[in-house]
């Protein structure tokens, strides 16, 4: 099928030959008139002609088509995909929200009702159970039912659920209901999944990396209320201010387009049309000439299909999806409990005997500065990662992400004040926040369009998996060896840097093939 530009320049042309058979056999202006009075051909017959000709102009329009994807690259970027990057980054700051809510209530619970190490860490690792069996069923159910309406169950759950979370009676209620909010938050990235459908490829690579910077905004609010509210009103408090923003992405899904390439694929062509005719009045340009039609169909990959021709792709990333999601949620865990090895070079442990502690303040104002500036990270990575992957591809960016968050994760170990142990984190959260776009924008270019949704699908499962395992770590073994559990991190980071320099593709200027290598 030929391109929208292809189209456009063809019809034109073909135009251009109509307006000339058009003036020579019609005429225009005085000279058709002359005509008409020497040969006796009168007005009526010049409008019959006219609307002749305008037919055919119709006529000629029609016989081209083109699908989604060449109406968004034809309208391009503007005031439509601002307003959808606002919507959808707010369901992605809302999502830190409960993200972060986990390293600033850990302690405070613990503490309160008197857990065991593991029980805390079962508490972290629950919301991650929940978003891998979710994240499947959320995938199916929007390819069936669209975005929309998944989006606006998962935030209808991670708000009812959420708020019952702040009224918790016992340990095993906050247990199932932080589970339910976590299959809740696996439906998430539908958000990013509907925004990434709207952008032209010139700009898509940009805005889904600046796109981060919603989660970042997030976290930082999520850390301030936490500062704010649970040493003068509670956890319980935090808990319902972090679930309440969910009822106004409820709300603003009202005016949140649903994809087109969605409703086409579901037969629903007018639309589909409306929602591009809206895009292109917004964007003050026009739809290509023709008719909207469906794209063609590929035949869907299996699972077995990622490994015939891409089994050293496959492996590599497995495990450097694994190792991203280990070290980033790692890092946001550990970070609310490291503050106090800061103070004493490790010689006293993280958390401090249960009888001994004081439930409101077991993070000082100072641990919450520090959390703070330590996720402003991600804000500072995103420049230098856009320009990154341009300037020295994709693999080599995932490896530096991943050597230098190595790195910083041993200077942890190193005996400094507060602050150095500050920047450290700073630097990780800005690595490994790196590492994510990066890893992500590398599998959606490598592999081929029949199986990209399933090594996306596989990837991100083993992602998840990281998730699970993490809080572990980060949570029960921190509490029994600093040493242990920071090399744990920094040792995998390290052989995963050296995985990512095996990878056999560099996908850099490197068109998004169809059906093969």
């Not at 340009?285 to 909207?292: I, M, N, T, Y």
Request: hydrophobic letters at 45%; one cysteine or more.
């Amino acid at each position: 099928m030929a391109t929208s530009s292809d189209k456009s320049e063809l019809l034109e042309k073909k135009k251009d030959r109509m307006d000339l058979n058009t003036d020579a056999d019609y005429g225009t202006g005085e000279a058709e008139a002359d005509d008409a009075s020497q040969n006796g051909t009168t007005s009526r017959d010049i409008r019959l002609r006219d609307v002749k000709f305008e037919r055919d102009r119709e006529e000629v329009a029609k016989s081209y088509e083109y699908t989604v994807e060449d109406a968004v690259e034809c309208i391009g970027f503007g005031v439509f995909q601002w307003k959808l990057i606002f919507m959808c980054g707010m369901y992605s700051a809302c999502d830190a929200f409960e993200m972060l809510l986990l390293a600033v209530l850990s302690p405070v619970i613990r503490c309160e009702w008197q857990l065991e190490e593991w029980q805390v860490a079962l508490l972290t690792t629950i919301v991650f159970v929940g978003m891998f069996i979710g994240s499947p069923i959320y995938g199916s159910w929007s390819d069936t039912y669209g975005r929309l309406p998944v989006l606006g169950i998962c935030a209808s759950l991670m708000f009812y659920f959420g708020i019952l979370t702040a009224l918790s009676p016992t340990y095993i209620w906050i247990l199932i209901l932080r589970g339910i909010v976590g299959f809740g938050f696996g439906g998430a990235v539908q958000s990013f999944t509907l925004l990434a459908e709207y952008l032209p490829r010139r700009v898509r690579a940009k805005v889904l990396i600046s796109y981060t910077a919603f989660w970042a905004a997030g976290s930082c609010v999520e850390i301030f209320m936490a500062f704010l509210v649970i040493p003068t009103l509670g956890w319980r408090w935090l808990v319902g201010f972090s679930a309440g923003p969910m009822l106004i992405m409820i709300i603003l899904l009202y005016w949140m387009p649903e994809s087109a390439r969605f409703l086409m694929a579901a037969g629903k062509r007018d639309k589909a049309l409306q929602v591009l005719q809206r895009m292109a009045r917004e964007n003050k340009s026009k739809l290509p000439d023709g008719a909207l039609v469906e794209s063609q169909k590929l035949k869907r990959g299996h699972f077995t299909d990622l490994f015939k021709e891409y089994t050293s792709t496959t492996l590599p990333l497995w495990m450097l999806w694994f190792c991203t999601a280990f070290s980033y949620y790692g890092v946001i865990l550990v970070q609310a409990q490291i503050h106090e090895f800061a103070k004493t070079c490790g010689t006293a442990d993280v958390i401090p005997p249960v009888g001994d502690c004081h439930c409101a303040h077991l993070l000082d104002s100072a641990a919450y500065k520090a959390m703070i500036i330590a996720t402003l990270g991600e804000f500072v990575c995103i420049p230098f990662n856009i320009i990154a992957l341009d300037w020295i591809g994709r693999k080599r960016c995932i490896s530096i992400s991943l050597f230098c968050a190595s790195i910083l994760f041993f200077c942890i170990l190193i005996c400094t004040p507060p602050i150095g142990t500050t920047i450290f984190i700073f630097g990780i959260r800005g690595f490994a926040t790196s590492l994510f776009n990066s890893v992500y924008i590398y599998t959606t270019e490598v592999y081929p369009t029949a199986v990209r949704s399933l090594g996306l699908g596989s990837c991100s499962a083993m992602a998840r998996l990281g998730a699970m395992t993490t809080p572990f770590v980060a949570q029960v073994l921190l509490k029994q060896s600093l040493l242990g559990s920071i090399c744990v991190y920094g040792v995998l980071c390290m052989i995963c840097a050296v995985v990512a320099c095996l990878l056999p593709i560099e996908t850099k200027n490197r068109m998004l093939l169809q059906t093969g290598k």
